[in-house]
């Protein structure tokens, strides 16, 4: 059974950090791509990261230069360290793995982050 398992939300100032992880299970081919998401309550899901296996990395231009993406293989985990943060960056930040061939695409259940005084 696949199983995608978000950590490290919670409650933070504004200007603080917090560091997502994610670590998936089950899955037999390594993804192509791992991925966070975000859903800010009445919004629609946005993008907001991704790690590629070939080493790239891509970044809403929303966190560009305070977020930090990352893949540990060994350990069949992404990462999503988050400086700066602010207000607007609250949400429920979801990890999703997906890959071409075989095709699937897999979501985590997600892991609320709040930026509050």
């Known amino acids: 059974q696949v199983q995608l398992v978000e950590s490290g939300g919670g409650l933070v100032q504004p200007g603080g950090s917090l560091r997502l992880s994610c670590v998936t299970s089950g899955i037999i081919v390594r993804p192509n791509a791992m991925l966070w998401y975000r859903q800010a309550p009445g919004k629609q899901r946005e993008f907001v990261a991704s790690a590629i296996r070939d080493g790239s990395t891509n970044y809403a231009d929303s966190v560009k230069g305070r977020f930090t993406i990352s893949r540990d293989n060994a350990k069949n985990t992404v990462y999503l360290q988050m400086h700066s943060l602010k207000p607007e960056d609250t949400a429920v930040y979801y990890c999703?793995?997906?890959?071409?061939?075989?095709?699937?695409?897999?979501w985590g259940q997600g892991t609320q982050v709040t930026v509050s005084s």
């Open positions: 999703n793995a997906n890959n071409i061939w075989p095709w699937y695409d897999y």
